[in-house]
């Protein structure tokens, strides 16, 4: 295998880990290499913050931080930060946010914020002995945790409770401790996991101390925080008479369009493989805000295709209804978020997110984020079934298209021009993109 394993990896200063690379992986080691370094920092110590992120770095991967304006959201004016390299997404979030701004806005509420961590443990016993105890064992482990909860208490939160559950019926043996807590404006799983880990430390203490000594002592598999938060969750609608909805492209009037719009909807509860794309574009807005904010992406998708499964069918995220002549269209999601500790506090651009949404605490952020995912969804169902999602689309993903054929200044402003009013694909514009060129060069002969 030669040079492409290596031992001491970790160890390797930047430079020392960028050249085993170039010259073990790469034609063009130095071209590489000069490629790698020009997305580095130019600020050493933010480099070094960045570096800290993560481990074996050897360079930056830059994503665009745009923002979505004219959010408002319970009466308040927010411009919306959005890490994404999708085409279509920030514009489709912002104009829908436009659309709905003289229609009351956009309103959120949050429904709880308890997160939640388990303790798995397998236990042999007389179950109705254990049930018996639960309430003391819960106290006993709350007040074990007390030196790691203690100054979260002071700010309001801590532990709610600790329930023993049985699973037995499922797996011979088997029980949890379900631990829920209030993390206030910290993510919190630091917290949780600390607690979780002390409980399992206290648990076969508990049974040897305070059940009889035939009685066996449990044996702990893991204890771990679960991204499942289905009580950590917001809520995010927007309302107005099916009339203030107003006329549509393709001389589509406000209550065909309402008619159509549920529809689409209902289509996404019946159908999973509609589902799937419906919470993606969800997600797509909601992502790109839990991106900018330094917040957990990976948990908060997880979190959300455990909700729209919770059923035990997979459905869209989102609802809509048409009721005595009043549109309203909602998302009620489970969101984890933080705006202290961890990269929220680290990440230089997602501090300066959080101040351009005047640094509000975690409940406010997870209304933020939920109406982002809501506008984001309203404006891929209204393209669908008016105009279809490829002429928008398309236009925004054309300055890539550009890009990739190398498109000059004057020949992207003049392929703007030309696909205004047409369909695009990549055939075409490359197609319209040679007739210029061969243009320019006749014309040079």
Not at 313 to 341: N, R
Request: charged fraction near 20%; charge should be negative.
């Amino acid at each position: 295998m030669g040079g492409k394993t290596i031992s001491g990896f970790s160890k390797l200063s930047k430079m020392g880990k960028i050249k085993w690379l170039v010259e073990n992986f790469f034609k063009d080691p130095e071209t590489v290499k000069r490629e790698l370094a020009s997305y580095l920092l130019a600020n050493e110590e933010q480099q070094r913050i960045l570096d800290g992120f993560s481990e074996n770095t050897i360079s930056n991967y830059p994503l665009p931080l745009g923002i979505a304006p004219n959010f408002l959201v319970n009466g308040v004016t927010y411009v919306v930060p959005m890490v994404t390299e999708e085409s279509s997404v920030v514009a489709a979030a912002a104009s829908a946010a436009k659309f709905w701004l003289d229609k009351g806005g956009i309103h959120a509420k949050v429904i709880g914020t308890l997160k939640t961590g388990q303790v798995h443990f397998l236990w042999y016993g007389d179950p109705e002995l254990i049930a018996s105890h639960a309430d003391e064992l819960s106290a006993h482990l709350i007040t074990c945790s007390k030196d790691i909860t203690c100054n979260m208490d002071a700010r309001g939160g801590g532990i709610r409770n600790i329930s023993l559950i049985n699973m037995c019926d499922r797996e011979p043996g088997y029980y949890q401790l379900m631990v829920e807590a209030d993390t206030r404006d910290s993510m919190g799983a630091n917290f949780i996991n600390s607690i979780l880990e002390c409980c399992a430390q206290a648990l076969p203490v508990w049974f040897e101390e305070h059940l009889p000594d035939n009685v066996p002592v449990p044996e702990v598999i893991m204890s771990i925080l679960s991204n499942y938060t289905p009580d950590c969750r917001v809520h995010a609608w927007v309302e107005c008479p099916v009339t203030d909805l107003g006329d549509f492209e393709g001389e589509l009037g406000p209550e065909e369009f309402a008619r159509r719009f549920y529809t689409a909807v209902r289509i996404s509860h019946i159908d999973p493989y509609r589902a799937t794309t419906h919470n993606k574009g969800i997600f797509n807005g909601i992502d790109a805000v839990v991106l900018a904010t330094a917040n957990d992406f990976r948990a908060v998708e997880a979190c959300g295709h455990t909700w729209a499964a919770r059923s035990g069918k997979y459905k869209g995220l989102s609802k809509c209804s048409v009721t005595d002549g009043m549109f309203k269209f909602e998302l009620e999601i489970p969101l984890a978020v933080g705006t202290v500790g961890g990269l929220t506090t680290l990440h230089p651009l997602a501090k300066r997110s959080l101040e351009m949404l005047g640094n509000p605490d975690a409940s406010t952020l997870m209304q933020v984020i939920a109406a982002t995912g809501l506008m984001q969804n309203f404006s891929a169902i209204r393209s669908l079934v008016t105009t279809g999602i490829q002429k928008g689309h398309m236009r925004m993903h054309l300055h890539n298209m550009l890009l990739r054929l190398e498109a000059t200044e004057k020949e992207s402003a003049q392929a703007l021009k030309y696909f205004e009013d047409k369909t695009v694909s990549f055939p075409e514009l490359r197609k319209y993109i040679e007739l210029l060129r061969s243009t320019v060069s006749a014309k040079s002969l």
